[in-house]
């Protein structure tokens, strides 16, 4: 059973910094591209960012590129999101997702999810 588990989420102040991790199992966690999405308060889900199993290439969405980077560790199948400048904007609850294929920024690509863990950026 395929279980993605998030974690370092919290308050954090307009300026902060977070780290964000995903810690999988039940899967070849080397060969699966994993992103993350985040779901602000009356919004729609949306793609933050993705690290692609094969190239290891990382993509991320406009509003947080030069601000969040994507890290994975294949011997610990974890992967994390470093958050700096964080902003009211960036409150949302954040979710990893993994799929076996290359990637995507759309979330319907994805298989598998995680539960979410609350980031709130107090300004």
């Known amino acids: 059973q395929v279980q993605l588990v998030e974690s370092g989420g919290g308050l954090v102040q307009a300026g902060g910094s977070l780290r964000l991790s995903c810690s999988a199992s039940g899967l070849t966690f080397s060969s699966y591209t994993i992103a993350w999405f985040r779901r602000a308060p009356g919004k729609e889900r949306e793609f933050v960012g993705r690290?692609?199993?094969?190239?290891?290439?990382?993509y991320y969405s406009d509003s947080v590129k030069g601000r969040f980077t994507i890290s994975r560790d294949n011997a610990k199948n974890t992967v994390s999101l470093q958050m700096n400048s964080l902003n009211a904007e960036d409150t949302a609850v954040y979710y990893c997702?993994?799929?076996?294929?290359?990637?995507?920024?759309?979330?319907?690509?994805?298989?598998?999810w995680g539960q979410g863990t609350q980031v709130t950026v107090s300004s």
């Open positions: 690290i692609e199993w094969n190239s290891g290439n990382r």
């Open positions: 997702t993994a799929d076996h294929r290359g990637g995507s920024y759309l979330d319907k690509y994805y298989t598998y």
